[in-house]
């Protein structure tokens, strides 16, 4: 158990909804990052945020958003689904300070079907 | 950018019989370079962070060692239960944040 928590574990829903994924990081770590991964694609880096501000950005789609909270806890919010966006989403989460702050700890992650 | 290729994509072998799997990354300057297991369906989990050529770190049957422009993680006599997929990421000192650029893994498959 890495410490980090995901919600749901599993969700199927249709094309053109909105989901919410939620994630608690590890305590004390203030990193907070969203990972996609796909069968074709494997581990994609999505969005960093750091003690609530966005610190980097990866292949995010526009019609996908996050924020970290002042309680450090993340989400991760897709909208107007598409067929595509069916993948396994990861949160995790490093304290970001120095050597020690580098080690990323991920959650189990959200199995999204969309159908 | 970051790249990070790895080797074999699978491997399959007997208990006891050791080999190794590549991990070839380009950076222009490394920050640290990550080792993870990934059981199917489950997070990936962190085994060893190299930082400098000529380093290199171990736990139980796997031993992971880096130089300038690769990394290889050893795995001595493995038993069925070091079946997974390993996957190897870098953070060079142009990536953004903390990023990580991963590999596209090696499915290590150990059969008694």
């Known amino acids: 158990d890495s410490g980090v928590t995901q919600t749901p574990k599993h969700l199927i829903t249709a094309t053109g909804q909105r989901v919410t994924l939620r994630c608690s990081p590890r305590?004390?770590?203030?990193?907070v990052y969203w990972y996609q991964q796909s069968l074709d694609q494997g581990l994609q880096f999505l969005i960093q945020?750091?003690?609530?501000?966005?610190?980097a950005k990866g292949n995010i789609l526009e019609r996908f958003s996050a924020q970290q909270f002042p309680d450090l806890h993340s989400e991760l919010n897709l909208s107007s689904l598409e067929l595509g966006d069916s993948a396994l989403y990861f949160c995790?989460?490093?304290?970001?300070?120095?050597?020690?702050?580098?080690?990323?700890?991920f959650g189990e992650g959200s199995w999204l079907t969309v159908v | 950018e970051d790249q990070v290729t790895q080797s074999p994509e699978a491997l399959r072998l007997q208990e006891g019989e050791s080999s190794s799997l590549n991990c070839s990354y380009t950076?222009?300057?490394?920050?640290?370079l990550f080792w993870y297991r990934q059981d199917p369906g489950k997070g990936p989990e962190f085994l060893f962070t190299?930082?400098?050529a000529g380093e290199e770190k171990e736990k139980e049957r796997l031993k992971a060692t880096l130089t300038k422009k690769e990394s290889f993680l050893h795995i001595t006599a493995p038993k069925p239960e070091d079946s997974a997929t390993y996957l190897c990421?870098?953070?060079?000192?142009?990536?953004?944040?903390?990023?990580?650029?991963f590999g596209g893994g090696t499915r290590v498959l150990v059969k008694p």
């Open positions: 945020y750091y003690n609530g501000e966005e610190r």
């Open positions: 305590s004390g770590d203030l990193s």
């Open positions: 190299l930082y400098s």
């Open positions: 990421a870098v953070r060079g000192v142009e990536a953004a944040g903390n990023k990580l650029t």
């Open positions: 950076v222009s300057g490394l920050r640290g």
């Open positions: 995790a989460s490093s304290l970001g300070q120095g050597k020690a702050g580098n080690t990323i700890y």
